[in-house]
Nanobody, 122 residues
Framework: QVQLVESGGGLVQPGGSLRLSCAAS????????MGWHRQAPGKERELVAA???????NYADSVKGRFTISRDNAKNTVYLQMNSLKPEDTAVYYC????????????????WGQGTQVTVSS
């Protein structure tokens, strides 16, 4: 059984900062890419940022220069530092991990967290 648990969401004023965390736990053989997606009301889920096991990163154009993704491989944890937040960043943020479970270490699966609400409003 594998779980991804997010934390760190909340209400913040425009221009403020938040840091999201997502810890993967359970019977994990290895984790490849990890990332953050978000979904605003009435919109499709979109990729915000992703990071490989080697540390290569990828960002949506809308967050470049404001958000930073990082990971601690020893803790199976991925972080999203969000600065200069805008009202349009308001969404539910979901953590994602592409990992190999111990039970089937030759096959990669996608796992998702339950989501954490980020609201940017004055």
């Amino acid at each position: 059984q594998v779980q991804l648990v997010e934390s760190g969401g909340g209400l913040v004023q425009p221009g403020g900062s938040l840091r999201l965390s997502c810890a993967a736990s359970g019977s994990i053989y290895s984790i490849n890419a990890m990332g953050w997606h978000r979904q605003a009301p009435g919109k499709e889920r979109e990729l915000v940022a992703a990071i490989t096991s080697g540390g290569s990163t990828n960002y949506a154009d809308s967050v470049k220069g404001r958000f930073t993704i990082s990971r601690d491989n020893a803790k199976n944890t991925v972080y999203l530092q969000m600065n200069s937040l805008k009202p349009e960043d308001t969404a539910v943020y979901y953590c994602n991990a592409q990992l190999l479970p111990r039970s089937i270490p030759w096959r990669e699966y996608d796992y998702w967290g339950q989501g954490t609400q980020v609201t940017v409003s004055s």
